[in-house]
């Protein structure tokens, strides 16, 4: 498991994306699917999952994301099985 353990502001998803797979020990295995599992009240993604061969297929990677009250990212776990 790899985790996001310094100050990283994003203005938006692509962004952490973007920091996400070019930071190492952070990028997502390949993958042609992800879905966001749940939401918080202000419909911020507060879990996503990837996997490889769709939506049926094979889990790569799921992301845990944390967000203030401004809808600002706070912290952002990557687990990968």
Same mark, same amino acid.
């Given at each position: 498991? $790899?985790?996001?353990?310094?100050?990283?502001?994003? $203005? &938006?998803?692509?962004? @952490?994306?973007?920091? *996400?797979?070019?930071?190492?020990?952070? $990028? *997502?295995? =390949?993958?042609?699917?992800?879905?966001? =599992?749940?939401?918080?009240?202000?419909? &911020?993604?507060?879990?996503?999952?990837?996997?490889?061969?769709?939506?049926?297929?094979? @889990?790569?990677? +799921? *992301? +845990?994301?944390?967000?203030? $009250? &401004?809808?600002?990212? =706070?912290?952002? =776990? @990557? +687990?990968?099985?």
């Amino acid at each position: 498991m $790899a985790k996001i353990s310094e100050s990283v502001e994003v $203005a &938006n998803l692509s962004e @952490l994306g973007d920091y *996400i797979d070019n930071t190492p020990g952070l $990028a *997502i295995p =390949t993958h042609d699917y992800f879905e966001i =599992t749940s939401e918080d009240a202000n419909h &911020n993604p507060l879990t996503i999952i990837y996997k490889s061969g769709g939506s049926g297929g094979t @889990l790569v990677a +799921t *992301i +845990t994301l944390t967000w203030d $009250a &401004n809808n600002n990212v =706070t912290s952002g =776990t @990557l +687990t990968k099985p």
